[in-house]
């Protein structure tokens, strides 16, 4: 069950059959000939659905935590600053300051430059994280839910640290566009500084102490009630 043999099973069973077929009955082996097609095609179905899995989860993680952070730099990068607070819980978005935002975006241009890509499909999701590797740290006891996003800018990749605050998912305002309910950004570069969207310190805790759950279909849960993600218009 090694990916991409199967696949090549199925053909040399199809021209050993062929083979067998135009032999007229010199050449033997038509039992072994469909069972290797049969194995073959089994371990290609096999591999095809982990394959379309992994691919599903992928997107999911893209969709759910990698492209809004990337909308959040990007936002601020612009200067649209309202964006970047319609896209934080109710209580982070209130500390961000037009003079709190500019300086954040200052920071980003000066030390990391242009935000440039997020990473495209499985194999350049695990390149990205192989690039940051170094900067990633188990997370504080008793902290806030945190997730690794490894992204690129002009000067090179960087670590993200989106941190969420599951308490704040029945938040209904509908103002907000983001997907997650994102408590802060936490951008750790190369040299392991760091750049925060807004000063820990400064935000209340959430008062959060469950696990997050992936269920099926991809779908999130914290204590057993599910994480509202918005997925697409």
Do not use: C
């Not at 069972?35 to 096999?46: D, E, H, Q």
């Not at 309202?82 to 037009?98: M, N």
């Amino acid at each position: 069950f090694i990916p991409g043999v199967g696949f090549i099973a199925s053909l040399l069973a199809v021209f050993a059959l062929v083979g067998i077929a135009s032999s007229k009955g010199r050449v033997g082996g038509t039992g072994l000939a469909v069972a290797a097609l049969v194995l073959g095609l089994l371990s290609t179905a096999f591999w095809g659905a982990i394959g379309y899995g992994m691919w599903q989860v992928v997107n999911k993680f893209s969709s759910a935590a990698t492209a809004p952070v990337a909308a959040l730099i990007t936002s601020a990068e612009k200067g649209d600053f309202q964006a970047v607070r319609d896209g934080v819980v109710t209580y982070t978005s209130e500390k961000l300051t037009d003079e709190k935002l500019t300086a954040f975006k200052d920071e980003v241009h000066d030390k990391l430059g242009a935000y440039q890509s997020s990473p495209k499909g499985l194999f350049d999701l695990i390149s990205a994280y192989g690039e940051i590797s170094h900067l990633m740290k188990p997370p504080p006891q008793n902290g806030e839910p945190q997730i690794p996003i490894p992204l690129r800018f002009e000067k090179g990749a960087a670590l993200v640290m989106l941190e969420i605050d599951p308490t704040q998912q029945h938040e209904n305002d509908p103002k907000k566009s983001k997907t997650l309910p994102i408590r802060n950004i936490t951008i750790i570069t190369a040299d392991g500084s760091k750049i925060e969207l807004v000063d820990s310190a400064r935000l209340p805790k959430s008062n959060w102490n469950g696990n997050i759950e992936i269920g099926n279909g991809g779908k999130m849960k914290t204590r057993g009630v599910p994480v509202k993600i918005k997925t697409g218009d």
